[in-house]
């Protein structure tokens, strides 16, 4: 009498199948395909959270030049400077599907992973796909230093 074996390739397709499905539902931002609103159901322009905000000083005001802005990886916010003497910060992961952005230039915050650029005034959407706004983050700016909230 043989015992039924499973084969290498449908073991292999299997372990595919069930490390694929989780990954491809994270990625759905909802049903429809579409990206969700991060900041939930509220429509308002409220400032954002962040989980990091520690008080630390990210960068010195004279670090972000005017028109444009610094990425922060490991705080995942992007600080720009609209106009002389004006800084905000937004998150820095692209609410089309969650990709860090990846640069700024030319007055928006650039996402690579499929084009969508957002304002460096207020995080508004620019160029999709993206259809909703980078969230606003809390800072402070003392003197020269910019610090998260």
């Not at 499905?21 to 909802?30: E, F, N, R």
């Not at 992007?78 to 692209?94: D, E, L, M, R, S």
């Amino acid at each position: 009498m043989t015992s039924p074996q499973i084969s290498r390739r449908t073991l292999g397709g299997l372990a595919a199948a069930g490390v694929g499905v989780p990954l491809l539902a994270a990625c759905s931002g909802s049903s429809s395909g579409t990206a969700t609103d991060p900041a939930g159901s509220s429509t308002s322009a409220g400032t954002g959270s962040s989980s990091s905000g520690s008080g630390k000083a990210l960068a010195r005001t004279e670090d972000i030049d005017v028109g444009g802005g610094t990425i922060f990886i490991d705080q995942q916010v992007v600080v720009t400077q609209p106009t002389a003497g004006t800084f905000k910060c937004f998150t820095a992961i692209c609410t089309h599907q969650g990709c860090p952005v990846a640069d700024v230039s030319d007055g928006t915050i650039n996402c690579n992973c499929h084009g969508s650029q957002f304002s460096i005034k207020d995080g508004s959407v620019v160029s999709g796909p993206a259809t909703f706004p980078l969230a606003e983050e809390p800072i402070t700016v003392t003197g020269d230093s910019i610090s998260l909230a």
